[in-house]
């Protein structure tokens, strides 16, 4: 008998700027999924695949530990990841499959609107909140600046007004959650765009065949958007 293939699983964003356009794209691959859901795990209807909604800093994680089979993840977090777990000796092997159309975003430092920036040097000296610890270092280090590094995996654009930090590195996308929080963009360190990464290793005939019959479906769908 044929032996049963698991179901695949995709990691997405749950909320943020990604959560909405991944969803998109999903839905127009033919994936029926039902939104209502505010569960961590959405079944897929209509094909064998289950959707892992997570926070999207831990999503390339959750794909280099096979955990998750696909994951829809800005270039900036599995660069950030990347670099982590090689410092770490772990393991940060992935694919990736194609580079999507959407989660155009900066990675920026910020500083409070009333501040007088006067360029990367008056940095010195502060304190960077950030989720992104390794970019923002190798940054800094580029740039020879000292600053100390405060590592926060949320909420990182409240760290000035709560006297946490002088500054913070955080994504940007439209600006409003630094406009809403008094802060302004100071300088941008690294850009970047979603893409769809899938584990190394993956060996399941069934699902590597139900991969096989989505991508035609993802390129098709980017090429309408264009
Ligand atoms: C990022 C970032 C800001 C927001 C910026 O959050 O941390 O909160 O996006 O977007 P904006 O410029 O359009 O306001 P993310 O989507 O990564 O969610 P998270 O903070 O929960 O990880
Ligand atoms: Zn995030
Ligand atoms: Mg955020």
Redesign the pocket.
Known sequence: PAIESKRLRIAM?K?????VDSQALLSSCGLKINLREQRLIAHVENMPIDILRV???DIPGLVMDGVCDLGII?EN?LEEVSLQRQLDQENFDYEVLARLDFGG?RLSIAVPQEENYQGVQSLDGKTIAT?YPRLLARFLKQQGVNARIVMLT????VAPRAGLADAIC???????????NGLKEAEVIYRSKAVLIQRKGLTDAGQLKLIRKLMPRIQGVMQANE
């Open positions: 964003q909320s943020g700027r990604l959560s926070r999207d800093d800005g977090v975003c989720t949320g909420s990182v654009e955080d994504l940007v996308s439209t600006g409003a959650t630094l406009e809403a």
